[in-house]
Structure formats: structure tokens, C-alpha cells
């Protein structure tokens, strides 16, 4: 019999096949956006050719806050508690600044119980990439509405929504977050192209991915199911990723694409599928996620992106060296240090 | 105890006062905001530089100007620094408060008051000595809105000619305490010797003096705030968060400035990150964070935020995160008295979260442990991967304290357990929650350490030794057996009792905090006054070390002395000996928000006693 060579498992540029990013199986249900939300965290990692060592995943409370068992195993996580995912990511990074921190996050976690939290990450232009995996609800609890369920949406049981939703991209945008977009975890191209970006990009990157939840959202009268998104997704550009690392090039139209030149050289093409938009103006990015309200449309794309604003730790001018591991000789000053206090306070 | 020696012959001519001689309490009245802190500061100088045994307290309202405020130094020879209840000598600067205070004094106390006040009138068996401040202000300060805060400098100068303080002294305290204005400086001195040379026409009648002596020699002047964020910087910490908070503010703004001095590197930038952070919920989950990826990272908070931290703190505790938390304690319960001292806080930091938790925590008395247990905090919470509290008080941490000089870190420092790269090429891999050594102590990685087996699943839900997620009840119970025994473990490690035994008494008292300045003085009246010798136990840290457990076993009866309504040390200790010792232990406590004095102490306890 004849044996078949097989061949050698594809690699990416630091020599990892994609299974090196992959983590445990999913207990979630089947066919919760979610899943599909891991998925592309292992394709954008993969591809970028990141190290997974060098990646931290923090996440809160809920469903989503679990996924991060399920992808890049060789990566640490903290799951925290509910709505904290912000504070121990900024620990963290604080700590080890030259870690890759990807927090996840939902919509219960973010825009409820953790939308304290959530503003004064926002504020700081930490550099993380926080997902919102957003389907309306409370799915751990069973159902219950959450502040990201649009007005006039209904619960299984018949329950409608009366009270307006909060955008977390609108809210981002307000505070200082400097990469803000919305995907949709159906939308295999964008998220994709969007999370490689969002790698790329160095700041807070704040990504609302509407991920329908099959079991408690996905009916007639949901505004966060896989049909109402794919009826009502509005894409503002088509989103190609060129990064860094890669030569190969296409022409582009330049009166169609806005180029965006991320902080490793990277690009990021957004081509207009709606004429005048343009991400890097903030307050007419707030403005039209705005009116997408009133128009019942859910707007996606990259909202808004400024590559170059100054990261919380510019701002704090720590040393390059991260502070976890710096060592005693740094950290603890020397005897003549201690005894110029001691003679000041004779 | 002899507190008097040369007689002196009272003004008055009815008869002959004893000289009182380096003992006495001055208290100062005054509004807060108008910059009496800088007179007070200089006036406890100017006695600690005679070589005077000295003690600041400060007794201030929880508001920025306007309400009084009061100041009291303690000059004491024999060494006494805990509050003493008397006051000896009023300087009477707040109108509002004048008469009460005046009222409230013991017969042949001394008062210095403004003029227009007229208090003499009050009382006829006090020593009055009025002073025309604006009068003395107008000449050396021009500058009219500057009059209102050079005004108090004048009683200085007024007190150090009554109770014969050398002007010297008074000028070196003054040049230290404007060290960097000297124009600032030039007119507080100005101000201080109008009132010295003022002083000159009042006819001395109160007994009190300051003398030279030589027991400060070397000594520091520190507040305990300042001491601990001394004591964090020595002890490497390198990311601190947190979020303004009376008492503990000025520990962490102290820290910034000291590691903004110490801690830049030769490249110009931080060897350390410090967020004002948006809650105490934020600041204690950056301090879960960052001492998950592998920095000494702290916070520093008072009651009300350790409210807020118990969520996390039960994470860090299931987690197995290292972090240090310094509760300056304040009177709760709620906003309470956020100005006044308390060691309230004690049970509910120990037990501090939902389901089963228990936290190691370290109890300072003085500055010098301020600094040194902030060391042991740092220690102890990577050795055992787990919170550390340090409890501290208003008192320790805001009022200043005379100390022996901080020793440099005697022990290099120690991260705990921790596997690198290399351990773990030579392992293979690592089970995170393993029992390997015994200890109850499992081995961790750093987040960023660069091999495939080194990451694990950090999480507050149900985990087995792997760090797998898991419900099964048995890897739950092994897993919270586990982690009791590292707290069983740190028995052994934790800051032993200072323990006093004189072999003559089966009467012990045991307390902790700055409860142990009035007990220091208590001891001594119940000696001297009552012929009661006691044995004394200063805690210093929970759980308990063995020494408690003999020092119980020993006595018959244990007074537990703590600053708290529910004898919350007290109940800790019942849940730790043997049922039969618990009657054994009696409580003396002391709710009232000011720092506790001797006198209270002896006489609780002799009316315990019976006697």
C-alpha cells in the first residue's frame, strides 16, 4: 500500500500552526455567537503572527466572560469579577506592559453592573482590545434584559423593553478610546479584518461585536437575534487589514478608501460604503451613531480610530523594562537614599 | 510617680507651687484652615529639639475651614506618648470654643488667650495670660490677608518664653519647617519673637516648664502614613493604586512623592505606576491585577473602602493573589467619624468576603513598624500568594510620632514561589494549585513568561489543581483545605507578639495598635498607684502565632484593651483557644473616636478587678 506524505501543518510567521491558539472545547451552547467570537480571535492571533505567551485575557462575569478558556490555552487569564474586567486588565498591563492584554467582556458586565468601570478604562487609553460580546441579555441568569437591549425589544416571555439602550461605542468614542467599532459575530470578514487591526493598533480598543444568543434572544421582536442583524446590519466601509509584516500589496482607489496607518506600520483600508464618512472625525462618528438610533439601523464598521494619542503608560512614563520583573537593585533604593530621609526628619 | 521637683513660689503669694518639669499637655484651639498645623508642628519641634520625649495629636473636623480644631502636645519625660486626658496649658485661639474649653480644664491649668476673648473671667483658679495678637501681628506683617496665619505663630513665641524653650530652637524649627521659603520663614520668625518678646511683660504663675534633656538624640519626628509609604517604597512595590480616602490619602500622596525622588531611573522614567483609580473597586482589582502579572502592588484605604473591596478580596483569596491593603483605620460604622481614630475594622477584615475567607493582617503601634511591617506585608503576601491588611489607625497614621531611625531592609527580597522559563523547561509542566511542598503553597508563573506550559486559567469559580474549571465537590474541598493550610502555615511566619512577662502576676493584658502607648502608661500607674503588677501581650499580627495561645494559658484573667465596641479582637481570640480558656478573657474598650490614655484603661481595669 501506498503511503501518502502529509504534508507539513501550515505555520504562521513565528512558526505556530493554529492549533498552538486554540484552547479548551466550549461549553456554551451550539450556535451562540459567541463561539464564533473565539474563532476569530484564534484566525486574527494566528495570522498576526502573535506570540500567545505574551497575550493575557482578562474577562468579568457571564457567558462571554467564560470564553476565554476557549481559545489560545498558552495564553493567562484572570476572570475577575463581575463588571472588574477593567480594573484587573489595567493592573495587569500596568504590571507587565509589554503583554497583549484581550479583554472579553458583555453587555451585562460592561453596561451595567461594570459601566463605571468601563468609563474610566475609556478614559485612560489603556492599551488593551476590550470585546463586548453583546447579545441583549443576561444568558447565565436566563433571559433577563440587559441596558444594551434596544427600546421596544421583546423577552421570550413577551416582556418589552422601555428603556433605551446604552451604545457602548458612542460612550467610547465620548471618552477617549482611540479604535471603537461594532461588528457582528456573523459577519466572519469584518470581525476578522477588524480584530487584526485592533492588534495592530496601540491604545483602547473598544469592539461591540452583537452576538446573537440562540437560547434567550434569538426570536421574532429581538433586536439582537441573527436575523434582525442580518436585515438591519448597516456596514459604514468594507474593512481590509494589510499588515506590517506583509509585502504583498493591491491598489486601492484612494477617493473611496480611507487609509489608516496603524502604530506598527500597518494599514487599515476602510472603504466607503457610505459616501462623507469619515473615522477619524470623533464628533461626527458620535453623531452618526446617533441618528443610526433613530433610523433603526445597527450601524458596524470602524467607528473611529486615532493611532497616535498617547497610551496610559506613555502617560505615567514607566520604564521600559516591565515592573513585574524589574529587579531588587531597581526597585529598592540604596542605604544613603534611606538615611538622606532619615536626616531630614531629625 | 514623681512628677514634680523644685518647688517655686507661686506668683500669687498664696502659697508654693512645685516646678513641673517636662510633663505636661498643651492643647491649642483654633479653627481648621488657618494654618495653626505649621505652630503646632514648630512648637512640638522646638520641645523634641530640647531633648524632650514629645507627641502631636491632632483632633480635627471632617471639613476644610471654619470648625475648631484642636492640637495637643505632649511633653513628657519619662517617655509617655499616648494621649493624656488632662491639659495643662490651653492656648485659647477659637472664639466659638473658648469657653467650654477654658471650662473643661483642671484647677491651676494655664491659659494663653486673645485679648478680646476676656476669658479671665471665667474662672478663678486658673493661670490667665492674655495676648493682643492683632496688636503684635500689625508690625511684622504687613501684608494683611498673610496676618490671619502668622498670627498663630505668636503663641509660639509667647509659650517658648513661659515654659522657657529655647528661642533657638524655636528658630531652627521654624527655618525647618519653611525650609524652602525663606521669606515665609523670615516672617513666622519675625512673628514668634513679637510674641517672645510680648511674653516678657507677663508675670510667670503656672508650674510648667520645658528643660533640656538628651532623650530625643537621633530620634526622627514621622507620621505613620509617612513612615509606611517609606517602608512600601524600600519594599519594592512597584504599581500602587488608589482612591482618596480620610485617613489614608496622605500615605499614598507621601509614596508618590518619595518614589518620584527615589524611584526614577537613570533613563529618566518610572520604575513604578501609580493610578488615582475611579473607586476602592477599581483600586483593589488594579492591585488583584497587577500582582496576578507579578508586581508588589498596594492600596491604601479606611473603613468604607474596605467595604467596597470585599468582593475582590474574596477572589484574591480563591485566585491566590498577592496584594497589600493598608486600612488606616477610622470610626465607622458608615461615614462615621471619618476623623477620628478607631480599630473597628478588625473583624470584618479578617473574615473579609463572602463564603469561607480569612486574611493575614498586621497590626502596627508604632512608625517604626509602620515601616518595617510594610516590608513584611510585601513578604508575606507573595510568600503566600494571598492579601495582606496592614491595620493601622488615624492616630498612627496621621499624628506625628518620634521614632529610633528606620534600619535599612535587613533581607533581600523574596518573590515566593515562582516558576521561570527555566524551571519549566525542566519540569515539563506545573499544576498551579498543587500542595508540592506541603506548605498548602502552590507554585505560579507570571503571565508573559515565555514557554508553552507556563500560562493557567486564574478564576474565582470552582478550579481543581490544574486550574481546570471545576464543580466536583471533592476538588472543591481539597482545593479550600488547601488554602486554610497555607493560612495555618503563615502562623509560623507572621510578626511574633512583643511579650512582657514579669513572673509576678496572673493578670495579663493584651491589646495591639496604638492601644499600646496607653497601656505602656497604664501599666505602670497600676504598678505605681495600685501596687498591680501586670504581664502585657502586644499582638501583631492574625492568625495568632503560638505565644498567644501561652500567654492566655498563663493567666488567669487577660484583659483585651482595643478601640472598638464589640471586643472585635476579642472574638477572634475566642474562636482560636481552647473553649475552656475563653472565659479567661475580659474586654476593655473604647469607642469614642480619640486616641486611648491610660487613665481610662487603669480604671476600667481596677473596677474589673474589684479593687
Known amino acids: 500500500m501506498a503511503t501518502t506524505p502529509t504534508a507539513a501543518p501550515k505555520t504562521n510567521r513565528i512558526g505556530l500552526t493554529v492549533l498552538d491558539y486554540r484552547g479548551s472545547k466550549t461549553t456554551l451552547c451550539a450556535g451562540c455567537g459567541h463561539n464564533a467570537i473565539s474563532e476569530r480571535i484564534i484566525d486574527a492571533m494566528y495570522e498576526m503572527g502573535v506570540q500567545p505567551e505574551r497575550v493575557i485575557k482578562p474577562s468579568g462575569i457571564g457567558c462571554s466572560s467564560k470564553t476565554p478558556a476557549y481559545f489560545m490555552s498558552r495564553s493567562h487569564s484572570l476572570n475577575a469579577v463581575h463588571g472588574r474586567m477593567p480594573s484587573v486588565a489595567t493592573g495587569a498591563i500596568l504590571a507587565n506592559h509589554k503583554l497583549i492584554a484581550l479583554g472579553v467582556s458583555g453587555d451585562g458586565d460592561t453596561a451595567s453592573i461594570g459601566i463605571g468601570q468601563f468609563v474610566h478604562l475609556m478614559r ?19 433571559g433577563q434584559f440587559s441596558a444594551t437591549a434596544d427600546l421596544g425589544s421583546k423577552l421570550k416571555t413577551g416582556v418589552i423593553n422601555d428603556l433605551p439602550p446604552i451604545d457602548t461605542c458612542a460612550m467610547a468614542i465620548t471618552l477617549g478610546a482611540t479604535f471603537v467599532g461594532r461588528s457582528f459575530s456573523g459577519d466572519k470578514k469584518q470581525l476578522h479584518s477588524m480584530l487584526k487591526a ?15 444568543c440562540v437560547t434567550f434572544n434569538d426570536h421574532e421582536g429581538s433586536t439582537k437575534s441573527y436575523k434582525y442583524m442580518k436585515d438591519h446590519e448597516e456596514p459604514i466601509q468594507d474593512i481590509s487589514f494589510v499588515p506590517a509584516f506583509e509585502e504583498i500589496d493591491v491598489d486601492y482607489d484612494p477617493g473611496a478608501t480611507v487609509e489608516v496607518t496603524m502604530h506598527d506600520g500597518s494599514r487599515l483600508r476602510l472603504t466607503k460604503l457610505e459616501e462623507d464618512y469619515d473615522p477619524t472625525n470623533r464628533i461626527k462618528a458620535i453623531s452618526r451613531l446617533h441618528e443610526a438610533h433613530e433610523k433603526d439601523e445597527v450601524l458596524t464598521g470602524v467607528f473611529y480610530v486615532n493611532p497616535k494619542a498617547p497610551t496610559f503608560i506613555d502617560m505615567l512614563n514607566v520604564t521600559d523594562e516591565p515592573l513585574a520583573t524589574l529587579p531588587e537593585s531597581v526597585v529598592r533604593p540604596g542605604r544613603e537614599a534611606l538615611e538622606q530621609v532619615m536626616e531630614e526628619l531629625r | 510617680m514623681a512628677t514634680t521637683d523644685v518647688a517655686l513660689r507661686d506668683a500669687s503669694g498664696q502659697g508654693e507651687r512645685k516646678r513641673v518639669v517636662n510633663n505636661m499637655s498643651i492643647q491649642v484651639a483654633t479653627v481648621n484652615g488657618s494654618g495653626s498645623q505649621s505652630s503646632n508642628t514648630v512648637l512640638l519641634r522646638s520641645i523634641f529639639q530640647m531633648g524632650v520625649p514629645v507627641s502631636g495629636k491632632n483632633l480635627f473636623p471632617s471639613n476644610i475651614a ?38 473643661s480644664l483642671a484647677p491651676g491649668a494655664g491659659v494663653l488667650y486673645d485679648e478680646p476673648l476676656n476669658l479671665n473671667k471665667l474662672r478663678n483658679d486658673l493661670v490667665f495670660y492674655s495676648v493682643p495678637y492683632d496688636k503684635l501681628v500689625a508690625p511684622v506683617c504687613p501684608e494683611a490677608k498673610l496676618r490671619k496665619l502668622v498670627k498663630n505663630m505668636i503663641y509660639v513665641g509667647v509659650v517658648a518664653r513661659l515654659l522657657e524653650i ?52 537621633g530620634k526622627i519626628i514621622i507620621d505613620g502614613n509617612s513612615a509606611a509609604a517609606l517602608g512600601c517604597m524600600f519594599a519594592g512595590v512597584t504599581v500602587v493604586t488608589w482612591y482618596p480616602i ?16 527615589y524611584r526614577i531611573g537613570p533613563d529618566g522614567k518610572a ?18 491585577g497587577a500582582g496576578w502579572a507579578g508586581a508588589r502592588s498596594m492600596t491604601a484605604t479606611a473603613g468604607p473602602g474596605i467595604s467596597l473591596m470585599a468582593e475582590f478580596a474574596g477572589l484574591a483569596y480563591y485566585a491566590e493573589v498577592p496584594g ?26 479578617a473574615f473579609l468576603s463572602h463564603g469561607d475567607t480569612k486574611h493575614i493582617m498586621l497590626l502596627p503601634s508604632s512608625v517604626a513598624e509602620c515601616f518595617e511591617m510594610a516590608q513584611d506585608a510585601f513578604h508575606l503576601a507573595e510568600q503566600f500568594q494571598t492579601l495582606v491588611f496592614v491595620m493601622s489607625d488615624l492616630d498612627l497614621g496621621m499624628n506625628y510620632w518620634m521614632s529610633e531611625p528606620f534600619p535599612y531592609p535587613a533581607t533581600p527580597i523574596n518573590r515566593g514561589k515562582i516558576l521561570s522559563k527555566e524551571d519549566l523547561e525542566r519540569l515539563g509542566s506545573f499544576a498551579r494549585y498543587k500542595d508540592s511542598d506541603g506548605d498548602g503553597i502552590g507554585y505560579r508563573t507570571l503571565p508573559g513568561t515565555e514557554h508553552p506550559a507556563a500560562a493557567y486559567f486564574a478564576r474565582g469559580s470552582g478550579h481543581n489543581e490544574k486550574a481546570q474549571y471545576s464543580e466536583r465537590p471533592d476538588d472543591f474541598e481539597r482545593n479550600m483545605e488547601r488554602i486554610n493550610k497555607k493560612f495555618e502555615t503563615a ?18 493584658i493584651l491589646a495591639y495598635g496604638t492601644s499600646h502607648w496607653g497601656i505602656v502608661e497604664s501599666r505602670d500607674q497600676l504598678r505605681d498607684e495600685y501596687n498591680l503588677e501586670t504581664d502585657y501581650l502586644r499582638l501583631r499580627a492574625y492568625p495568632f502565632t503560638r505565644e498567644v495561645h501561652e500567654f492566655i494559658e498563663k493567666h488567669d484573667r487577660v484583659y483585651v484593651v482595643e478601640q472598638n465596641r464589640d471586643a472585635q479582637m476579642l472574638s477572634l481570640l475566642k474562636l482560636d483557644i481552647r473553649p475552656e480558656l475563653v472565659t479567661r478573657l475580659r474586654s476593655i474598650a473604647h469607642i469614642h473616636g480619640l486616641p486611648l490614655d491610660a487613665r481610662s484603661v487603669t480604671d476600667q481595669l481596677i473596677s474589673m478587678e474589684g479593687k
Not at chain 2, 67 to 82: E, V
Open chain 1, 124 to 142: 485612560r487609553n489603556l492599551p488593551i482590545i476590550y470585546i463586548i460580546e453583546d447579545n441583549g441579555v443576561y444568558g447565565l441568569t436566563k
Open chain 1, 198 to 212: 485592533a492588534i495592530a493598533h496601540r491604545g483602547t480598543v473598544m469592539i461591540d461585536v452583537v452576538s446573537p
Open chain 2, 66 to 103: 471654619g470648625l475648631p480644631t484642636w492640637y495637643t502636645i505632649r511633653a513628657c519625660k519619662d517617655g509617655y506618648i499616648g494621649r493624656k486626658k488632662e491639659i495643662d496649658f490651653l492656648v485659647a485661639m477659637n472664639p466659638e470654643t473658648a469657653q467650654e474649653d477654658v471650662m
Open chain 2, 166 to 217: 529655647d528661642m533657638a530652637e524655636v528658630e531652627k524649627a521654624i527655618r525647618k519647617q519653611f525650609a524652602t521659603k525663606a521669606k515665609a520663614a523670615n516672617l513666622n520668625f519675625a512673628a514668634a519673637k513679637a510674641g517672645y518678646d510680648y511674653a516678657a511683660t507677663l508675670a510667670k504663675q503656672d508650674p510648667y516648664f520645658i528643660q533640656r534633656m538628651d532623650k530625643t538624640a
Open chain 2, 246 to 261: 480620610t485617613p489614608s490619602s496622605s500615605l499614598v500622596e507621601t509614596l508618590i512623592e518619595y518614589l518620584k525622588e
Open chain 2, 271 to 288: 520604575t513604578f505606576a501609580v493610578v488615582q483609580a475611579e473607586d476602592e473597586l477599581a483600586a483593589i482589582g488594579m492591585v488583584i
Open chain 2, 324 to 349: 497589600v491593603i493598608w486600612d488606616i483605620q477610622r470610626v465607622g460604622p458608615s461615614t462615621g467619624l471619618p476623623t477620628r481614630t478607631s480599630q473597628g475594622d478588625i473583624l470584618s477584615t
Open chain 2, 491 to 508: 502562623r509560623s511566619f507572621v510578626p511574633r507578639p512583643e511579650v512582657v512577662t514579669t513572673g509576678k502576676t496572673k493578670i495579663g
